[in-house]
């Protein structure tokens, strides 16, 4: 048994498409003796019933998904080797599931939320968070986007209340900072970057939740994304718009937080790479 748990977050732009890039990015981990314990998937743009679930579990997973056609979609995917003995099944695995943002009308699957027992350690609570794009500043979209924040901080403020051990891991659409920002002179007052987003997501640390990625020495110029146009990740032109926040009580037992690049290299990639935070257990 390891003295850590790795919990992981990755928008994969279709589940159906990067599969076999899932399934081997889980087998490079295990092999470099590094599994990944938890991983939150965003954009799976399958239905539920297209989902994955025996490839996944063939290969040592158990998978919590919430699905629609074509656009968006979330899941968790937890690693069974780390699980308590008594998490055998997808009922004792994913406790007090929570399919989007209660109170909170959407049809779009943006929020999956799932205590975990892991062995060794006491549960986590973790949310994959498909945050809304926005489109630009003046659009209907960008109106829906700081609307779904709002309804996201009014919920995760019950949650944490609820589950003081939560993370909170996936694609938030948004860059923090102009060091998250390849060019941020260019990209200023745009969607991703602008004011009313990095608003609400000081807000989201305002509830007493911490950028993993930020509480560690980091490469300058570190991002999670890449257009795939203009040659955007061999000029590393990119944002870090994939995040892992953690609440008190796990900050303190974080010891580390990466962007794996790698699976971007592949061949027919997400535009997103992988976001990894490190939890000691105890």
């Known amino acids: 048994m390891t003295d850590s748990v790795r919990i992981a977050a990755w928008n994969v732009n279709s589940l159906k498409v990067r599969l076999p890039h899932v399934l081997r990015w889980l087998q490079d981990q295990e092999k470099a003796k590094k599994p990944i314990d938890a991983l939150c998937l965003q954009e799976l ?126 694609d938030f659409n948004i860059a923090p900072a102009d060091a998250d920002v390849h060019d941020p002179k260019v990209w200023e007052g745009q969607n991703l970057v602008s004011p009313p987003e990095r608003d609400a997501f000081q807000a989201l640390i305002g509830l007493g939740l911490h950028d993993s990625f930020r509480m560690f020495e980091q490469a300058p110029k570190t991002f999670s994304w890449w257009d795939y146009r203009m040659m955007g990740f061999r000029r590393n032109a990119g944002m870090r718009i994939d995040h892992i926040l953690l609440s008190d009580a796990l900050k303190e037992r974080c010891s580390a937080s990466l962007v794996d690049k790698e699976p971007r290299t592949w061949e027919q990639p997400s535009d997103h790479a992988p976001v990894i935070a490190q939890i000691k257990k105890g």
């Open 45 to 170: 743009k399958l239905t539920d019933d297209k989902y994955p679930h025996q490839e996944l579990e063939a290969a040592g997973y158990l998978s919590l998904a919430a699905g629609q056609k074509t656009y968006n979609g979330v899941a968790i995917i937890v690693r069974k080797a780390a699980l308590a003995p008594i998490a055998s099944d997808l009922a004792t695995t994913f406790l007090k599931p929570v399919r989007n943002i209660p109170n909170h009308e959407d049809e779009q699957q943006r929020i999956l939320a799932a205590t975990i027992p892991f062995a060794g350690m006491q549960p986590i609570r973790l949310v994959s968070a498909y945050f809304p794009n926005g489109q630009s500043p003046d659009s209907d979209k960008f109106v829906y986007k700081l609307s779904w924040l709002n309804a996201l901080q009014t919920w995760l403020a019950q949650e944490l209340e609820q589950s003081p051990r939560l993370a909170l891991l996936g």
